[in-house]
């Protein structure tokens, strides 16, 4: 009985309640069936006793607690393993949306469950280091939920973003071919956040750009807060005093093409009746703010603006696409 | 006169076995309710290696009654003696816990306070926030980061007058290292941005 006694607590210490409850159940169950049948015997006369039957389920006691401690281990090493596994692809799919998802316009509801994930993240990482391997096990698969749910929604807005890609690159290519014959264009990229100037077929600057609230999408109505994307041409050059916003270059949108569409949506019913084109985006300064900020138009830091602004003239082209790169080029 | 002799020493042994042959089940009851009552302060939980080696102990011992019992001379003064321990031991246990919570508590409390401190401090730096590429921080994605974080210390003073102490240590610690790792993040970022504030923001690409 001593040995059942020994054998019950080293399979507790080998966390068998916790990793092989059923088989130490069963171990107690018959440790107890022989504590009672060992306490019946003794109220007998010394004559009658037989104790051959509390001897059985002791000994039965030390195997099932041997099986339980074994089947533990087993248990909390696969766990443990599978925890490990879980917490290591956790980690790469924060650096992921971290890398590719985390600047785009996504919904308060996207980022709140990319933030839940990564504080169960930490929690479960803080968890697992403490040996509380089924907590680690339980954060890390709430983290996971959530992470999946923000990475979805991110990568559903991306591959959105990208059906018009086709037309990107046409709109890239006319760019780069009125360079080559003698115009200096501006090519904006939305998503690299850039306004290039091209020289002579060639990038010759680059500079960082801010664009609307809503940029993923391409301007449909005023409001929308969104940065058009399609072939525009600079119409008027505003020195500083005439605009709000340092200096600013007044594009020609609604283009034809931005007409059109928004014809057909209105007449479809996609628009409401008294829905607007919209109209005044710029180019401007008071741009570096690290953020997507303006109503639709494009705004650079006002030293940029300088440089801009002289290489610029009424009738300069002003392509604005929504990537240069496609979509498996940005997420490599 | 042999006889008496005989008969009063049969009577000795008799009352000393008697008086040394009943299980202690006061003792026995004493030892069982102190366990109990460490199981309800959360010894198990608290202090649980402990609690478990307490509860071995008191298996041991009712092996060694239930082996005293199947003696023809019994004794149960060693036992006694081993309940009384235990007792004492489980008593122990019952003031250790309380003293563990109360650590646990402070510990928490002090986290809630630092962490309220760094989540400040970074709201003030999220005004400061680089303005520009050059920062590349998503304000955006640190200010949801830092609401997740002010939700969860909110949630830590309910876990504390709850009970459920280790889950609000592990929510701050979690919470705290995160706004911390902000904290860092905007520092960097900003320290980056000021050294760089006057060089001219435009570049040309690299040749390849």
Redesign the interface.
């Known amino acids: 009985?001593?040995h059942?006694?020994q054998a019950?607590?080293e399979a507790?210490?080998a966390e068998a309640p916790a990793f092989a409850a059923a088989e130490y159940a069963r171990a107690r169950a018959t440790?107890a069936g022989a504590?009672q049948e060992?306490?019946f015997?003794?109220q007998r006369h010394?004559i009658y006793?037989n104790?051959r039957s509390a001897r059985a389920q002791a000994r039965k006691t030390v195997l099932l607690c041997h099986e339980a401690g074994l089947k533990a281990q087993q248990t909390k090493d696969s766990l443990t393993r599978s925890v490990q596994t879980r917490l290591t692809m956790l980690q790469s799919g924060i650096r992921y949306f971290?890398h590719y998802y985390?600047?785009l316009p996504?919904s308060?509801a996207t980022?709140?469950a990319?933030?839940?994930a990564?504080?169960?993240y930490?929690?479960a990482g803080?968890?697992f280091l403490r040996g509380k391997i089924r907590?680690a096990s339980k954060l890390s698969a709430e983290a996971g939920n959530l992470m999946d749910q923000a990475s979805a929604k991110a990568r559903l807005l991306l591959e959105s973003y990208f059906r018009d890609y086709p037309l990107w690159q046409k709109n890239a290519r006319l760019a780069r071919k009125l360079s080559a014959q003698g115009q200096t264009v501006l090519l904006i990229d939305k998503l690299a956040?850039t306004c290039s100037v091209l020289r002579g077929g060639k990038?010759?600057?680059?500079?960082?750009a801010e664009f609307g609230r809503h940029w993923t999408g391409d301007k449909i109505r005023k409001g929308d807060k969104a940065t058009p994307e399609g072939v525009y041409r600079i119409i008027k050059k505003r020195h500083p005093g005439s605009t709000r916003y340092y200096k600013s270059l007044l594009l020609d949108y609604p283009n034809a093409e931005d007409q059109a569409r928004f014809a057909a949506l209105k007449r479809s019913g996609l628009l409401p009746r008294n829905a607007s084109i919209g109209g005044g985006i710029e180019i401007h300064g008071e741009g570096?703010?690290?953020?997507s900020w303006t109503d639709g138009c494009i705004a650079l830091?006002n030293?940029?603006m300088d440089?801009i602004f002289r290489y610029c003239n009424v009738a300069t082209p002003v392509i604005i696409i929504g990537s240069a790169r496609s979509l498996n080029e940005y997420l490599k | 006169m042999k006889k008496v002799f005989f008969a009063m020493a049969v009577l000795v042994m008799a009352v000393m076995m008697g008086g040394c042959a009943k299980v202690p089940q006061a003792e026995l009851d004493a030892a069982n309710a102190a366990i109990t009552k460490a199981k309800t302060a959360e010894a198990n939980v608290y202090l649980a290696s402990s609690f478990n080696a307490i509860q071995d102990s008191l298996n041991a011992i009712n092996a060694e009654i239930e082996a005293n019992k199947g003696k023809l001379f019994k004794s149960f003064s060693d036992v006694k003696m081993k309940l009384s321990t235990l007792t004492g031991e489980a008593n122990n246990l019952v003031a250790e816990t309380e003293a563990r919570k109360d650590t646990i508590r402070e510990q928490v409390t002090t986290a809630l306070t630092q962490l309220q401190s760094v989540s400040a401090e970074n709201a003030e730096l999220v005004k400061k926030a680089p303005r520009g590429k050059e920062g590349k921080a998503a304000l955006e994605s640190i200010e949801s980061e830092m609401a997740t974080i002010n939700a969860a210390a909110g949630e830590i003073p309910e876990l504390l007058k709850n009970g459920n102490l280790l889950e609000a240590q592990t929510k701050v610690q979690a919470a705290h290292a995160q706004a911390e790792s902000i904290n860092q993040e905007l520092k960097t970022v900003i320290e980056k941005y000021n050294a760089k504030q006057h060089r001219p923001v435009s570049h040309r690409p690299k040749h390849k």
């Not at chain 1, 990038?203 to 960082?208: D, G, L, N, V």
């Not at chain 1, 570096?288 to 953020?291: A, E, M, P, Q, T």
């Open positions: 009985m001593k059942a006694v019950l607590a507790k210490q440790f504590m060992w306490e015997q003794n010394f006793r104790y971290e985390k600047n996504l308060h980022f709140d990319y933030s839940r990564k504080l169960q930490r929690e803080d968890s907590e956040a990038i010759a600057e680059i500079f960082p570096g703010k690290g953020v830091a030293a940029d440089r």
